[in-house]
């Protein structure tokens, strides 16, 4: 049965033209040949829509193992902070810095949450002075009579861990090193006199380095930079006392592979390894990571490297972690549709927008959007009745709503099939149905109809 409410259009001219031809004849005019008009309303060809299959894989997708955030957005505070007894710092919330080619600021990631009790699990970690914030700031207070942090080396350094954790569970803790009381052999208190080991930090590449079994790749150089501290200052390598350059070299150790992901299961892999691939004058010091053929695909790796600056009081190093995804990373991992759009469309008419663009996870800066990737292909998930009524026409989300029930507010789920058989989880695009009453104000008394926005 039509709706009371669908306009119905009646074409008179077919009619008049008959009329007048039986006219001209009756008055004994000759008679005339009259066409009937061409309908000057016909609507343009529909275009067929393009994601006519839909892969049975659900909102989900195929859930391909995604990178964990922290490879691409690691939360970047100054190399180091200094208080003295008594004295209260605030340490601002995080910012996120790649150093690889070049050191460069990117937008904070969405959805993380931070623990305000982080735990730690060492005597100098996290002490019940240092308060931590939702966000990943930090009040130090630090007592009048601050015991020693029990460190060694007879250096006051504290350790402050941050942890936050994404939508997906993934978690990761930040360490930031708290300087005590730094005094020179007089008593005085020295801020600048600290020792190398809390000075720098080295800094590795912050996006995500994907090896596949059978590959070696190598990374030139290592970023002492500190963005937080000194903005637009490159650091150089440190330099022992002898202007030595200090020394870096693989780690290896059980003790220390045991804090370390997956780094048991690297080596435990014939043909695994991590070699320094040169250290001589003149030469960027470059480090080479190798994935035997047969080696299983393990994920997130962190393999830990030594950084020995000398033996001043006692051992002085760091031990960080070289990030790796060691595996075949499918594209519904690597790419993820940024898309920032919405449709407002008419009952009986027709709004377009268009698709994502994709940022690339394993690109050096996640601002980069390259272009759509080659065989991807959008498709409007099966969810309720959205597809009657959206659809992916010439590689735009086009939505024709049919219906006066349509009307209003909907988030509409979109996918991505790509060309290696992954898709993607879905996106929602906003689309807000309107009819021709929406679009006027009220009349009031005698007053006129005023177009909204007009």
Known sequence: MRSIFTPRKVDLRPALAASMAATLAISGTAAVSVTAPVAAYAQAAVPDREDKEVPSVGLQGTNEEQL???????????????????????????EYWEFYPETVQRSAPEGLTWSTQPAGGEAWQNPDWA??????????????????????MNQNVWTLFTEATDPSGYSFKTSIPLYVNPRDSNGNIVKGKLPDFVRYEPKFPRHPIV????????????AFDDPIRNPNVNVDWPLKKNGDKIEYKVEKQQSILDASHNANKFYGVEGNDATITYDTPGKTIGTAITVDKNSPELGWVEIPFTFMYGKNEGPEYDIPNFQIFVGNLKDAARFTADFRGSITVGVQDSGAVDGPKFIDATSVNKDDVPAT??????????????RDWVRIENGKIVARPNDL????????????????????????????VTTQNDQYDPIIGNGIATKVGA
């Open 131 to 152: 308060e931590f914030h939702d966000d990943g700031s930090v009040t130090v207070k630090v007592p009048e009579d601050v015991r020693d942090s029990g460190y060694g």
């Open 405 to 432: 029930s349509l009307k209003g507010k909907h988030n509409v789920p979109v996918q991505i099939a790509f060309a290696d058989g992954s898709v993607s989880p879905a996106f929602n695009v906003p689309i807000t």
């Open 373 to 386: 990737p080659q065989g991807a292909k959008l498709f409007v998930s099966d969810v309720n009745n959205n």
């Open 68 to 94: 964990p955030w922290f490879l691409t957005y690691r939360p970047t505070y100054a190399d180091y902070y200094v208080a003295d007894p008594g004295e209260t710092i605030e340490i601002p919330a995080p």
């Open 211 to 222: 090896i596949a079994p059978g590959e070696t790749k190598i990374f030139e150089g290592v």
